[in-house]
């Protein structure tokens, strides 16, 4: 008889090949100029993460971000102290990874997915995905047919919102874009909460986290946080990671939102990048690379094959322009625009949202049509306001004169304080299309 072969443990063996330390070529830095570490000696592509070692202290991170003939270009995902020419570069094989589970929930994440909180961020049910991926096929999407609530009156009754939409909210500085974020963090219909903070200054990621967002709030979301301190490669890392935060939970059937403030700061970041790395500016400054990656960025978001994520990110519009280069090229991909005014502001009308300059794509197909025809007579019986205002304000106008004008004038009143709200109130969809004042 055949003598029976003896039984291996293959999966003992899978452990041991995956836990073993490869081999790789080694390099060494040649020379660091401003952000930029120029090293010589390793075979690694674009994306890869690097590891400088310097003696005596933990190995500095870095991404292969070009090339340069025989050289190899790096920008630090932290510190450059300590570098030296021919401190080694070893390759890890791999671009950079998050670790993605529900234990994220609740927590705070600088750009590289580290714990902000002091707190151990592990999980044994815990995955690993990468930051950087490519958006989904748009034959594989959803179509957008359900309503997705704020609880912001103003935008669900005029900018109704879909579940899986896009939007850029527009604003100048100190107009209201983070409380308005927090409102919709705190009052949404979504199940998870994805907040991405690039950028921003130190004492506003507490502020927004204590302040505007809420213990409430802060229980079923998940902060990444890079603040203007931080190296510009972090800060782009930031928006992608977020991104891929919020892809992990959408592939669990789950509906996500999205918040991201802001993508001017994340493309003032990636024109850092570009700019020492030798591209030439183009427009503004911006550098050709910034215009290419707005895109794979903001098309991350949106329907999946299964669960969406609905997106909204700020635009920090430079002199209230919002014809500058990239509130234009934002505006230009995503599914609808939500412009906050200075003007409004200072008179104390909050949330400073101009319903005349905004616009929600999908509306449309979304809403009744009761809804959509009431949203829009208001919305042209504001617009006959505002061209008579300097008139009525001074009593020059007189009533009868125009009878689209008389009946903006009796409907004013009462539209004014519909779009108000206060950030601690509260207002589901259904409520506010039906506190929508009557046109008459």
């Given at each position: ?285 911006y550098t050709p690379s910034v215009f290419a990656l707005l895109p794979r960025l903001l098309e991350r978001s949106g329907m999946g094959a299964v669960g969406s994520i609905t997106a909204f990110y ?127």
């Open positions: 008889m055949q003598a029976s072969l003896p039984q291996i443990d293959l999966e003992r063996w899978r452990r041991r090949v995956r836990a073993a330390r490869l081999l790789r070529p080694t390099g060494q830095v040649v020379r660091v100029i401003g952000l930029t570490v120029e090293a010589r000696g390793i075979a690694a592509r674009i994306g890869e993460i690097c590891d400088i070692h310097v003696p005596g202290e933990a190995p500095v991170v870095a991404e292969v971000v070009g090339f340069r003939e025989d050289v190899t270009l790096l920008m630090p995902l932290g510190e450059l102290r300590g570098i030296y020419p021919g401190c080694s570069v070893v390759p890890r094989g791999r671009g950079l990874m998050v670790a993605v589970g529900d234990h994220l929930l609740g927590r705070v994440l600088d750009g590289l997915g580290r714990p902000m909180d002091g707190r151990e961020l592990s999980s044994p049910d815990q995955s690993y995905v990468p930051v950087d991926s490519s958006p989904p096929s748009p034959l594989s999407r959803q179509r957008i047919a359900q309503v997705f609530s704020t609880g912001v009156r103003a935008i669900d009754a005029f900018l109704t919102c879909g579940r899986g939409q896009r939007l850029g909210i527009f604003a100048g500085s100190g107009v209201g874009k983070s409380t308005l974020l927090g409102m919709v963090a705190r009052y949404s219909s979504a199940d998870v909460n994805v907040i991405a903070l690039v950028g921003e200054r130190g004492r506003e990621v507490r502020d927004f986290i204590e302040g505007d967002l809420g213990p409430g709030g802060l229980a079923r979301s998940v902060v990444v946080a890079a603040t203007s301190d931080r190296p510009a490669l972090v800060r782009v890392k930031a928006a992608f990671l977020a991104s891929a935060i919020a892809e992990y939970f959408r592939d669990r059937g789950k509906d996500v939102l999205l918040l991201m403030d802001s993508v001017t700061r994340f493309a003032m970041a990636q024109r850092e990048v570009g700019l020492a790395i030798g591209e030439p500016p183009a427009t503004r400054g700020t635009v920090l519009v430079e002199g209230d322009d919002l014809n500058e280069p990239i509130t234009d090229a934002v505006r230009g991909i995503l599914d609808g625009h939500i412009v906050l005014t200075r003007e409004l502001a200072a008179r104390n009308h909050y949330p400073a949202i101009d319903v005349l300059q905004s616009v929600s794509r999908v509306m449309p197909e979304l809403v009744s049509a009761e809804h959509l025809a009431r949203a829009s007579r208001l919305r042209d019986l504001l617009a006959a306001y505002r061209q008579a205002e300097d008139l009525i304000n001074i009593g020059a106008y007189v009533a009868g004169s125009n009878p689209r004008v008389d009946a903006a004038v009796r409907v004013y009143p009462d539209l004014m304080r519909f779009l108000r709200q206060d950030m601690h109130e509260h207002s589901s969809f259904e409520e506010a299309v039906k506190a929508l004042p009557d046109p008459g």
